[in-house]
T-cell receptor
Framework: AQTVTQSQPEMSVQEAETVTLSCTYDTSENNYYLFWYKQPPSRQMILVIRQEAYKQQNATENRFSVNFQKAAKSFSLKISDSQLGDTAMYFCAFIKETSGSRLTFGEGTQLTVNP | ETGVTQSPTHLIKTRGQQVTLRCSSQSGHNTVSWYQQALGQGPQFIFQYYREEENGRGNFPPRFSGLQFPNYSSELNVNALELDDSALYLC??????????????FGPGTRLTVL
């Protein structure tokens, strides 16, 4: 079975600064995908960024980038130039390639961006 | 292109009752997954429906059941409600079969409170 662990229940950052959210996972699979999802107070889960395990290059989406360390089973999210709209719950998630659409989520990190 | 919708938004039931939650998948999608998100936790996979058949199930008892209709909308039914069933129920739709990874699009959820 896969597990995803987020060790930071809450984090805060000043607007325009950079923040890093941590995630570790455990799996015996070799082919899988990792994701960061954002859940604002509206509750709608939004995909922020994804990383394919077979790719060594870290994924980047505008102000969001990841540090994927496959051997260490670590997958952190860096948010640059933080904006007030980034305030949300962030979930790290895992899916193995053969499981269709079954996501395994971490416990989440509540990020607050302060003006 | 319409997004994923869920109804109702909120629901209050008493212990022992039965409840039906509904989800309309995004246009063109053939798969619906249901997740339970207890307060302060990450979503937990309940089950997935693909072309009207159950296609994977998480660690939930049989009193959690579902249906998927020919138009790919879906229902989640919970019998004999317990207090611990109080949670946000999320559905997510995707298009299975288009490669190894299929992005899931989440609805806004139904908040169920069991008294």
């Amino acid at each position: 079975a896969q597990t995803v662990t987020q060790s930071q229940p809450e984090m805060s950052v000043q607007e325009a600064e950079t923040v890093t959210l941590s995630c570790t996972y455990d799996t015996s699979e070799n082919n899988y995908y990792l994701f960061w999802y954002k859940q604002p107070p509206s509750r709608q889960m939004i995909l922020v960024i994804r990383q394919e395990a077979y790719k060594q290059q870290n994924a980047t989406e505008n102000r969001f980038s990841v540090n994927f360390q496959k051997a260490a089973k670590s997958f952190s999210l860096k948010i640059s130039d933080s904006q007030l709209g980034d305030t949300a719950m962030y979930f790290c998630a895992f899916i193995k390639e053969t499981s269709g659409s079954r996501l395994t989520f971490g416990e989440g990190t509540q990020l607050t961006v302060n003006p | 292109e319409t997004g994923v919708t869920q109804s109702p938004t909120h629901l209050i039931k008493t212990r022992g009752q039965q409840v039906t939650l509904r989800c309309s998948s995004q246009s063109g999608h053939n798969t619906v997954s249901w997740y339970q998100q207890a307060l302060g936790q990450g979503p937990q996979f309940i089950f997935q429906y693909y072309r009207e058949e159950e296609n994977g199930r998480g660690n939930f008892p049989p009193r959690f059941s579902g249906l998927q209709f020919p138009n790919y909308s879906s229902e989640l039914n919970v019998n004999a409600l317990e207090l611990d069933d109080s949670a946000l129920y999320l559905c997510a739709s995707s298009l299975l079969g288009q490669g190894a990874w299929n992005e899931q699009f989440f609805g806004p959820g139904t908040r169920l409170t069991v008294l």
